[in-house]
């Protein structure tokens, strides 16, 4: 069974640009979630998806960050326009069930901001 | 905000048997409590969960007293490789995992 696969791997960008991280997750999760960690810190969760559908978008700072998947399987994470405290490594997760405790996960995109 | 607390960094020796102990002082009667280990430039990884008393699998084990307001990972002859952070996580009041900082397990030859 194929893992999840997310690209890019790494990104540098200036401050005041936009990125876009893809997830692909493994076939047949209908949940899929994104992640931010900060170095020395654990992942907070930003946004899940049952399907299409978002169910949990409460910590996805709005003004900045938006994230769809259209299709029930891929999803894109952008961030427009970046701030520095943006840098962190962004981690896609999915599941077989809703709110499932065993979630897996991608290796993450390292965005850093200059 | 977690609701876990657990050691911020452990070391042990290749061989040792290691036993990280979390505390969840106020888990509530239907959450599970499930463990997460992660490589550096990894994401996580599942490792166990379990409700209560003792669950084994091939990787670790974990042991749940009757109150259920502690529980410890148990990873027996550790080796190098086993060098990563521990997250223990229970679910908040949306039955959302919540990672804290985790405990860091170095392996020394």
């Known amino acids: 069974e194929a893992g999840v696969a997310q690209s890019p791997r790494y990104k540098i960008i200036e401050k005041r640009q936009s990125v876009a991280f893809w997830c692909n997750p493994i076939?047949?999760?209908?949940?899929l979630y994104w992640y931010q960690q900060i170095l020395g810190q654990g992942p907070k969760l930003l946004i899940q998806?049952?399907?299409?559908?978002?169910?949990?978008d409460s910590q996805l700072p709005k003004d900045r960050f938006s994230a769809e998947r259209l299709k029930g399987v891929d999803s894109t994470l952008k961030i427009q326009p970046a701030k520095l405290e943006d840098s962190a490594v962004y981690l896609c997760?999915?599941?077989?069930?809703?709110?499932?405790?065993?979630?897996?996960f991608g290796p993450g995109t390292r965005l850093t901001v200059t | 905000l977690a609701k876990t607390t657990q050691p911020i960094s452990m070391d042990s020796y290749e061989g040792q048997e290691v036993n990280i102990t979390c505390s969840h002082n106020?888990?509530?009667?239907?959450?599970?409590i499930t463990w997460y280990q992660q490589f550096p430039s990894q994401g996580p990884r599942f490792i166990i969960q379990g409700y209560k008393t003792k669950v084994t699998n091939e990787v670790a084990s974990l042991f749940i007293p009757a109150d259920r307001k502690s529980s410890t990972l148990s990873l027996p002859r550790v080796s190098l490789s086993d060098t990563a952070v521990y997250y223990c996580?229970?679910?908040?009041?949306?039955?959302?995992?919540?990672f804290g900082t985790g405990t860091r397990l170095q392996v020394f030859p």
């Open positions: 106020n888990i509530a009667t239907n959450d599970y």
């Open positions: 076939s047949g999760h209908a949940t």
């Open positions: 997760a999915s599941s077989r069930y809703l709110d499932s405790y065993e979630q897996y």
């Open positions: 996580l229970t679910p908040n009041n949306t039955d959302k995992l919540i």
């Open positions: 998806f049952q399907n299409n559908g978002v169910v949990d």
